[in-house]
């Protein structure tokens, strides 16, 4: 009887162990089951977000590459602009400076002219002198020879010495009325003749200056030599 019930114990037991092994068994495939569920879930969420990222950047990056260039294209063309008044603004000091050297200032008193053109010969300046002397000038030049514009302009043309000073010593100024003036002085000038030898000059000269269209001509003229 003891064996009976011993049998019969046993072969529960060993029931119940096999029952709780397929009931675990089941739970056990179940999880890989999941698992691979929830990859595949994750696998499926990730992927479009991995696709459209490249897309984004590719375009980001293609706007980023656009601008500078542009930005490049406008710089240029902002220079060419600049560059164009600075061109013209270039030419024209030339033209300027050219206008000026051909007619003096047309505010320039009779004592100024006086000097500038005393100036002009140290400087063989001919277009300053040919500004200052009238179309009908009448005068008398140093070596006693009555001369008019063009024979006069022609003398000044014709100087060929070098010269290291040359200024007015004194100047007198007569006005007559608000148009007509007369300048009386004395100039020196020292250099060198054409010759190679020194010289120093004086001269006493008499200018008459009258006003026309706003500037001061040199309409008469006497000049000698006193010294040198």
Known sequence: ????????????????????????????????????????????????????????????????????????????????????????????????????AKMPAKNMNPRDAENAWEAAVASHSYATVEGFVATDYAGISSKGKFVNRSQMLSDFKGDKDTYKTAKNEKLNVKMYGPNVAVVTGRAREIGTGKDGKAFDRTFLFTDTWMMRGGKWQCIASQASKIKG
Do not use: H, R
């Open 1 to 100: 009887m003891k064996i009976i019930i011993s049998i019969l114990t046993s072969a529960l037991l060993t029931s119940l162990a096999i029952a709780q092994e397929e009931s675990a068994s089941p739970a056990e495939e179940s999880t890989p089951s999941t698992t691979t569920e929830e990859k595949a879930s994750a696998t499926v969420e990730t992927t479009p977000e991995a696709t459209v990222a490249p897309s984004s950047q590719k375009k980001e990056e293609a706007a980023a590459t656009t601008a500078p260039a542009s930005a490049t294209g406008g710089q240029k063309k902002e220079a060419a602009t600049a560059a164009k008044p600075a061109t013209a603004a270039s030419a024209a000091k030339p033209a300027a400076a050219a206008a000026s």
